[in-house]
């Protein structure tokens, strides 16, 4: 009997470090805009929009959690952080293939037409694709998770899978 298998993702303490060190640069780029600003009268909206860009950056990259499960027929990705949830099901008639690395090189000149990013980046599990069928349309998830769930996925389904670290 084909099992469930499921996982979310992790953070290591070296990359928790960085994320840190990450916001207070971005706290620290906050404080010399707004002294610029209110004790200069200085104001720059290029800094103040980069500021804000990073801040989003920063959110995107570290806010968020990702739980992966491994369905009979589906696989299911959940993101959330800061009070959302989003949930993205795929389903495994639909797979084209499957990596248990992701090479930049190699994939982008398939026809691929769409990249859906749902890892964190504080994770420090490889970075995985797996390449699905949406409509006409190849489109490819790119995602974290341990070998033993791409070992499960080999397992199921073996001439799907395309072993990149070879």
């Not at 979310?8 to 010399?32: F, M, N």
């Not at 570290?62 to 589906?74: D, E, G, K, M, R």
């Amino acid at each position: 009997m084909i099992q469930e298998v499921k996982e979310s993702s992790t953070v290591s303490e070296g990359r928790k470090t960085l994320q840190y060190a990450a916001l207070l640069l971005i706290a620290l780029s906050w404080a010399y805009e707004g002294y610029q600003a209110f004790a200069l009268y200085r104001f720059s909206l290029l800094g103040w929009g980069y500021n804000i860009l990073f801040v989003i950056l920063w959110l995107w990259r570290c806010a968020f959690s990702y739980s992966y499960t491994l369905t009979p027929s589906h696989f299911i990705v959940v993101m959330f952080g800061l009070g959302m949830e989003r949930r993205m099901s795929i389903s495994l008639k639909d797979m084209e293939s499957f990596s248990n690395c992701y090479k930049k090189s190699f994939f982008r000149k398939t026809k691929i037409g769409t990249y859906v990013h749902r890892y964190s980046s504080l994770d420090p599990q490889p970075q995985r694709i797996l390449v699905y069928r949406k409509g006409r349309k190849l489109c490819g998830l790119l995602f974290k998770c341990s070998d033993r769930m791409i070992q499960e996925l080999a397992r199921r389904y073996p001439q799907q899978f395309l072993d990149l670290n070879a």
